[in-house]
């Protein structure tokens, strides 16, 4: 992708353009940004030729066109990138900002994963079990807890809590845990709500 796209786009792609244009990519997922629609286009049009030179081509149901400006914020306009969902929205003051959440099919692929995770080790001694779990839980967070995408990270984090109290307390026929017990477990193994990180970034799309 390196030769295919990267160096394309920047020797033989963007010194043609009128307008500002980008591209962002993590290994074949990429994002292509541009100022003017036509050129745009353009590029859209380009890109299966210029793929498939090198025996490779796009995902039909993953490739698009959208109009996705700061001037024209809403929830309606907004594209999926690497688990996250981009979006225009106001900030408190108003003024437009980019803003991300974790995808919808990506959250319900976590809270379904978590869910199987908790239901298959609930066996497991809890020194074994708990240590195994804040480990994923900060895998999680390192990854989605970003500005902005508290609700999606506080719904997962629920979710998790609910799913560990279910399938603990029915590890054996005599409850396991009672709320202010199974609070006081998550305490000794330092099981903490995800918070969001306070890391930002700057983003100047047209």
């Known amino acids: 992708m390196h030769y295919a796209l990267d160096l394309w786009f920047e020797k033989r792609v963007k010194p043609t353009l009128k307008g500002k244009a980008m591209l962002i990519r993590y290994a074949d997922d990429f994002v292509v940004a541009f100022q003017y629609r036509d050129e745009a286009r353009a590029f859209y049009q380009r890109l299966p030729e210029r793929l ?8 039909p149901e993953k490739t698009h066109i959208k109009r996705f400006s ?9 594209f999926q990138f690497l688990g996250f969902e981009f979006f225009w929205g106001a ?3 108003g003024e437009p900002r980019l803003k991300r959440q974790t995808a919808a099919k990506k959250h ?5 994963d978590i869910y199987c995770w908790i239901k298959n080790n609930r066996s497991k001694r809890l020194n074994i079990l708990m240590p195994m779990l804040r480990r994923k839980l900060i895998g999680v967070k390192n990854y989605f807890a970003l ?3 508290g609700r999606s990270v506080s719904s997962l984090y629920n979710h998790v ?4 109290y279910k399938w603990l307390n029915r590890r054996s026929q005599k409850r396991s845990f009672s709320w202010n017990g199974f609070k006081d477990m998550l305490r000794y193994f330092q099981i903490q709500p995800m ?3 306070k890391r930002y970034i700057t983003v100047d799309w047209y």
């Not at 001037?71 to 306009?77: I, Q, V």
């Not at 319900?108 to 379904?112: P, S």
């Not at 809590?161 to 560990?164: G, K, M, Q, R």
């Open 195 to 197: 918070r969001v990180s």
């Open 108 to 112: 319900k692929a976590l809270m379904t």
């Open 52 to 59: 498939r030179e090198f025996d490779l081509e796009v995902a």
């Open 161 to 164: 809590l609910h799913c560990l």
């Open 70 to 78: 700061r001037f024209h914020p809403s929830r309606t306009r907004k």
């Open 91 to 93: 900030d408190r003051n």
């Open 147 to 149: 500005p902005g995408n």
